[in-house]
């Protein structure tokens, strides 16, 4: 009997993970669309917040620089979002802030030339004028190795034997943004857990007129029911005795972003200053880029396996990865204040909600762009509590590791699925 090749197998497509009624090429109805679209807004929240919080206090800046850059961040990831999702890998994934950057812009936050300036609003132009810099400069590495098609010929050698521990490592390796950050504020962070993973994973299959709403919005219902218990919290004075450190993490008027934030503002290019240039400081946030490279590559195989799409070739994979340098390149010319990678958990929820439409991902991208130019109303989810996003993360983190149990092998990556890339 002659041996069939490779080309001449066809998989049908429950090959892929089951129970998908939208994948990447279908839309779900467009108000189940924007429902969902809204989610992962809300979820991409929690990395827009978390990163500006930490680095802009060390940059000397005040709670109004801070909601400027979370605005910008927020604005940047949509148009991120937006240019992946149309011209890049075409996969429904989120490109926003990267915690690989926040080590290598630490250094440069002090470095002595930057940390010795008295003037604290001073100092926080002139490290963020430092920091873009440094983003422009590193962003050339994936620009080059995505559009010289470098980067397809080395994914060539990504074998499913090699890629599942990076993507197991890539899911259950961030669990420290997860648990250890619940547990400072079991209050609220408990709860959310556990009713996240009830309705979720165990009351899933509950539906209304045929949807089931429990699977696809459990997230939405999560956070509006553990926000307003936490809101009660604050309000009864729960925590009026409580440590710093536990008011902090608990209460929900202690971002103050909502006082701080203009009713309208548009993020632009150099809107801090044009950008200054440092060896030393570039070469230190190449390898954050080097890092965002390798997770980004991991992020986009476990995207397509939750998305039910087919595995990316090489050249998609290249020509996204070339997109993600455009994508930092922007982040140094509007001033994030940090560098983009694939966002973890928004691939995570692909796979919570079963639903790899890409249409979903850009009506999330249309919110982050519009909620970013109203300040006062994006700010208001904005102070959303980072320890609900955390026990979300708990679970979302779970699943984008799971999937590496089931990356399917090399024939099925070659074939064509009947929700393809296009």
């Avoid at 924007?34 to 709670?63: K, R």
């Avoid at 109004?64 to 996969?91: E, K």
């Amino acid at each position: 009997m002659a041996e069939v090749k490779p080309e001449e197998i066809s998989h049908p497509p429950m090959e892929q993970l089951q129970g998908f009624e939208y994948c990447i090429d279908s839309n779900p109805p467009w108000g189940e669309a924007i429902i969902l679209g809204f989610q992962h807004y809300i979820l991409a929240l929690g990395t827009a917040v978390m990163i500006p919080t930490v680095l802009v206090p060390m940059m000397g800046g005040d709670d109004g620089d801070r909601v400027r850059v979370v605005q910008t961040l927020l604005f940047v990831t949509g148009i991120n979002t937006l240019l992946q999702s149309l011209f890049g890998t075409r996969l429904p994934t989120v490109i926003g802030g990267s915690y690989a950057f926040v080590i290598p812009i630490m250094a440069i936050i002090q470095d002595p030339s930057l940390s010795g300036i008295p003037d604290g609003h001073e100092r926080f132009l002139e490290t963020m004028k430092a920091i873009q810099g440094a983003l422009i400069v590193s962003s050339s590495i994936q620009i080059i190795l995505g559009y010289s098609q470098l980067w397809g010929i080395f994914s060539r050698f990504f074998s499913p034997v090699g890629m599942t521990p990076v993507v197991a490592l890539l899911g259950f390796g961030l669990f420290e943004r997860g648990f250890p950050v619940v547990g400072r504020c079991v209050e609220i962070g408990l709860p959310m857990l556990i009713l996240f993973v009830v309705l979720s994973q165990y009351l899933k299959n509950i539906q209304i007129k045929e949807i089931p709403i429990l699977e696809r919005f459990s997230l939405f219902i999560c956070v509006a029911l553990v926000w307003a218990y936490a809101q009660i919290l604050t309000s009864g004075g729960a925590y009026k005795n409580s440590a710093e450190v536990t008011q902090n993490n608990c209460r929900t008027d202690r971002a103050n972003l909502i006082s701080s934030a203009p009713w309208i503002k548009i993020p632009y290019p150099l809107q801090w200053g044009a950008p200054t240039f440092n060896a030393g400081q570039s070469f230190g946030i190449v390898s954050a880029v080097l890092v965002s490279l390798v997770e980004s590559t991991a992020s986009y195989k476990a995207a397509a396996r939750l998305a039910s799409a087919t595995p990316p070739p090489a050249h998609i994979l290249s020509r996204g990865i070339g997109w993600q340098g455009i994508g930092i390149l922007l982040d140094g010319l509007f001033g994030t204040g940090t560098g983009s990678t694939v966002s973890v958990e928004n691939v995570g929820l692909l796979g919570s909600t079963r639903i790899g439409s890409r249409r979903v991902i850009q009506i999330s991208a249309g919110f982050m762009i519009f909620f970013s130019m109203l300040g006062k109303f994006g700010a208001l989810f904005a102070s959303i509590p980072f320890t609900i996003f955390a026990a979300v993360y708990c679970v979302l983190f779970g699943l984008v590791g799971w999937s590496s149990c089931f990356l399917p092998d090399d024939v099925l990556w070659c074939n064509a699925m009947q929700c393809c890339l296009g």
